[in-house]
């Protein structure tokens, strides 16, 4: 009874494995499921192969222009990134200040910091 039971796991096991063979690594399920609908809708069809997944990501990568690289950097700053950024951009337009004289100049308002 007992080697059925583990019989039983080791092939759930194994057909996970096989489902898991056919999505990429780093792929994160809302991702994964994302291309599986779109590969579905695409595969709507009465002729012709099927959609590979490959080729819906190709296409999809070929439209990425510089703007959503930029926006894809911006999404990796942390809050202190931010703030070394600004301190960058101020001393590039008015000279050297320390991080704390900016830290000070932001607290009592005599400097802004735009957001992106």
């Known amino acids: 009874m ?3 039971k583990t ?3 080791i092939s ?3 057909a996970s494995q096989l489902k898991r063979k056919y999505v990429l690594k780093k792929l994160d399920a809302d991702a994964a499921k994302l291309l599986q609908s779109l590969k579905d809708k695409a595969n709507k069809k009465t002729f012709g192969r099927k959609v590979r997944d490959s080729e819906v990501i190709s296409l999809g990568l070929s439209l ?3 703007d959503h690289i930029q926006n894809l950097q911006n999404q990796t700053f942390s ?3 931010r703030l070394h950024i600004a301190h ?3 001393q590039k337009t008015n000279g050297k200040i320390t991080m704390d004289q900016f830290i000070g ?3 009592k308002g005599e400097v802004s910091v735009r957001h992106n």
């Open 64 to 66: 990425i222009n510089s």
């Open 79 to 81: 809050e202190k990134d």
């Open 7 to 9: 019989a039983e796991k």
């Open 12 to 14: 759930e096991k194994k």
């Open 88 to 90: 960058e951009e101020y």
């Open 2 to 4: 007992e080697e059925q």
């Open 105 to 107: 100049k932001l607290l």
